[in-house]
């Protein structure tokens, strides 16, 4: 799969809710205000917008080789952002982080670095949260990835950037997940290219 021919960068959104945008304009989502952000200084920067509502890490990894194989470039560098439906349906954190290794895996195999966008879970849940928590840097840190260590930084707890279910982030939360994510997202880049 060869670079994108413009030489300009490419950043592959894969996740879940999240990441698509669930309740918001198409461009609203995650993918489309980070590209916005990112045109700033790279002015056509392109964001993939390979988020599914409801994506578990299993069902990501089930569906990752038919994403890979509709690309028509290949992206520089892939935000992985995946968890939370994980620990709303109770899956053991040994089982989620397979899954994400594997996903980190099948995105190495065809050249796209990672980049792990982390998730917590509420203190309240005691032990199992730590074991939680710890899965992203763990992952990461095998595959030598950078991480943002967690996506809602800065959104998780305040009701006025919820939608109306109580649960999604709105427009305005996923803006600031953007201003907090970005300095990581270039600096990868920036760290890939300079490799290149």
């Known amino acids: 799969m060869p670079h994108s021919p413009t030489g300009d960068p490419v950043v592959l959104a894969f996740g879940d809710s999240l990441t698509a945008g669930y309740g918001l304009p198409s461009d609203q989502s995650f993918a489309a205000q980070l590209q916005a952000a990112l045109r700033r200084t790279r002015p056509a920067a392109r964001v993939i917008n390979a988020g599914v509502s409801g994506d578990t890490t ?26 939370a439906n994980d620990l709303l349906r109770g899956v053991e954190p040994a089982r989620m982080r397979q899954n994400l290794d594997a996903i980190l895996h099948g995105l190495r195999d065809v050249g796209i670095p990672p980049l792990v966008a982390g998730m917590r879970a509420p203190f309240f849940l005691g032990p199992f949260a730590a ?34 279910d109580g649960l999604h982030p709105n427009a305005r939360a996923i803006g600031i997940v953007v201003d907090r994510i970005l300095p990581t997202v270039t600096t990868a880049l920036d760290t890939l290219a300079r490799a290149a």
Do not use: C, K, N
């Not at 299993?58 to 509709?70: D, F, I, M, T, Y």
């Not at 928590?133 to 809602?152: C, K, Q, R, S």
């Open 58 to 83: 299993a069902s990501a990894l089930a569906r990752l080789p038919r994403v890979l194989s509709g690309l028509s470039a290949r992206p520089d560098l892939a935000i992985v952002e995946l968890g």
């Open 131 to 164: 074991t939680f928590d710890a899965v992203f840097p763990a992952v990461a840190a095998a595959h030598g990835a950078p991480i943002y260590p967690f996506f809602l930084d800065g959104v998780i707890g305040d009701p006025s950037l919820v939608l109306a």
